[in-house]
Each structure stands twice: as C-alpha cells, then as structure tokens.
C-alpha cells in the first residue's frame, strides 16, 4: 500500500484496523477479511518505494500484523544487504554475470552378493588408492549446473547461491536466473554432447507457463538431445500447487527431458512426490548423508529411499559426500551415484577427463 506523505501514520494505521476489523459476505454468508499489509508513506524514487514496501510487507507476514515502513526497517543491516544484493541480482542477470559451475555426479559400482568378498576389495581399492570406492562412468558422465554470480564489478569475485538467491526470489527474478543458467549450459552441452547435465528448475519456474516454452524453444533452436537435460525440481514447491507443477513436469518429459527431485527428505519432499512427479532421479538431502556411517536413523532412512526408488524404476543420488567412509556406506545402501567434495568442487568448465 503507498500512501502519499500527508497521511499521519496513525492515520493509516486506524485505516487498516477498520479493513482488518471488517467483514464481506457471499450468498449471504459473512467472510471475515484478513490481510497482511507493508505500508509506505514516505517519498523517495519509485524503486526505493517498492523495495521499501517490499521490506514492509515481508515483516507483516512474519509478524501478522500490518507494519508501516520507517526509519528503523531502513537502517537495519539485514534490509540494507537485502538491497544491496537485489542490486546486484539484477546488474549481474543484465550483464550476463549468472554462470553455471559444474559438479561431477559419480557412478558408484553395483552390490555384490557376497559381502565378503565386497569388503575385501573395498580394503584393496582404499590401498590401491580409489578415492571412496567410485567406478567411473566414462560413457555417460553427469554434471551439476550449479548457479554463481561471477566477477562482479571487474574483481574476479564470486556470489554463492546461498547469498542471491533469496534476493532474486523476493524481487522476482528466479526464473531470469533459471533461464541464464539453461542459457549458459547449451553451449557446454553441445561442446560435450556426451555428457549429461542437470539444472535446477523453482517453484516459480514450474508454476509459470512459459517455462516449458522457453525450454522447447532453446532445444528446438540449439538441437541439443533433450535426453542428456535433466530438470531437477527443487524441494520449496508447495504441494499445494502439486496440479499445476504436475502438468509442467508432464510437458518436460514429452520434451525428452528427464526429471529429479532434489534435496530429497527435506520441507515438501517426501514418497507422495516420487510417486506424483515419477522422476528419473532422485537426489538424497545431504543431512542424511553427513557422518551416515554414524548415524544408524540415517543409515534406515537412505536404505528405505534406495528400496523404494530402485521398486519404481527411479535412480539414486547421494549429495555432499566429503569422506571416504560416508561413501563406503552408501555404495553398501546400494545408491546409485555420489557427489560430494570427496571427488570434485564446483569447476567454472568441464574438467579433462582423468
């Protein structure tokens, strides 16, 4: 809401109160109204309005309550870093400054059935030197696109997902930032026709139906095999937008593409999802694989993932693998295939083959 700075900010608060307070009806029914409201009333640029508003109207959900902008949301760090990086999500997406890293995902070897034998040559590999008992698949190796905002401002620097992509989310570009990172992989991808590479796809990019046009388009234009895109859909998609996402999942793979779900066990993630969305993959949430050759609760729960994927025809990925141990123990689970630090970090270009 913008009011203009004659109003008294009491004023807007007793305005607000009397909407809060008030009620609609339909066929005769009352229908209370609530609402949750960021009120400006200050002047100041149009961008410096709608960021403020923004602010304010982010603090009313968290609070549940209206909240008018003032000089203490303006000051705060967190409010002044919010701006700062939604500044530089929209000068990095304007110069073409959002670029894919790519992370190796490994094949793990199959289980054997005889435990015996499997722990012996486990003990000789790690005397041999494997690093975590990996096999590699020279025929069909898989990236990870992973998002950076790189050399901002002519430093050389780089902006971890984990700082911009919040701010992309909340001034609305996390679609822009899918499209650049699809964008910067179709060159990778026909440089590398062998390869297969995965990419991150949002709540707002499976909800927007222009996503699948957009895809349809880059493949048609730059004849990439479709089959060598995965689209991985990350774990924030509501279920209750469940219909919708479906629709678009269902759209990708008469593409050719094939689905994941990522960060598996984590917020909306769970078996209903593997059975709605029928991925290709998917990828286990790191938290259960850290220290799993500790932990026993982890340890079932991967099992139990394994089992059901594999009964419904779907692969698994185990992430954030760093030590030899947590490996030993998911190519005992059976999971298909493992990234992590313990074999590669995220490289701006595809590594030579080793």
Known sequence: MLFDGS??????????????NSEGAYLGNPIPISFSAGVVTSSGSGHEIMESSSRALQHSKERGEYVIFDDNLKTSGQYREGLEMASIVRLALEKNLVKPFFQEIVRNPPLTRFPVFEKTLRRWERKLGFRGNVVPDDSAKKFESLARICDFQEHGNIILP????PAA???GKLRSVTQAMIDGIIPVMLEHPEYSFSVNLSEEDLLSPSTVDFIRSKIEASGINPAMLTLEILEEVDPSDSDRAMEVVRELKA???????????SRYSNFARLRDFEPDYVKIDMKYVRNIHRNDRNRILVETIVDYSHKNGIKVIAEGIETPEEQEVIVQLGVDYSQGYLFSKPFGSIPESR
């Open 7 to 20: 109003m008294e900010d009491s004023a807007v608060g007793r305005l607000l109160e009397k909407l809060q």
């Open 169 to 171: 989310k909340k001034i």
């Open 162 to 165: 984990g700082r911009f992509l």
């Open 255 to 265: 593409l050719g593409c094939r689905i994941g779900i990522d960060d598996f066990g």
